[in-house]
């Protein structure tokens, strides 16, 4: 019911910086929280930074103060600015939304995940 697209992954080296986005699209009326996680190889996905709809923010300790989460209301985007990348930052990162879709008088929760977009920090 709704789709994520994410964009920006790549190759970088060390110090250097990446700049994720994640547009979603479908039946949305709101949304409550949009964020970003991340998952490497052996470990457990793990939450990186996530925005709700307030403008509150929450990062990971290992990333705050490098990364930035923001998000436009207006076109239902999210992007996250990787500074100072380290290779520990080497993993797939997926975004995440949660909010409520209308399809007529029908309001339903959602919770949907992008196909995710691999983060390369290497020489």
């Known amino acids: 019911q709704v789709q994520l697209v994410e964009s920006g992954g790549g190759l970088v080296q060390p110090g250097g910086s990446l700049r994720l986005s994640c547009a979603a699209s479908?039946?949305?009326?709101?949304?409550?929280?949009m964020g970003w996680y991340r998952q490497a190889p052996g470990k457990q996905r793990e939450l990186v930074a996530a925005?709700?709809?307030?403008?509150?923010?929450n990062y990971a300790a290992s990333v705050e103060g490098r990364f930035s989460i923001s998000r436009d209301a207006a076109k239902n985007t999210v992007d996250l600015q990787m500074n100072s990348l380290k290779p520990e930052d080497t993993a797939v990162y997926y975004c995440?939304?949660?909010?409520?879709?209308?399809?007529?008088?029908?309001?339903?929760?959602?919770?949907?995940w992008g196909q995710g977009t691999q983060v390369d920090v290497s020489s």
């Open positions: 925005i709700t709809s307030g403008g509150t923010t």
């Open positions: 479908g039946n949305i009326f709101s949304i409550n929280t």
């Open positions: 995440n939304v949660d909010g409520w879709t209308k399809q007529g008088v029908t309001y339903r929760r959602f919770q949907s």
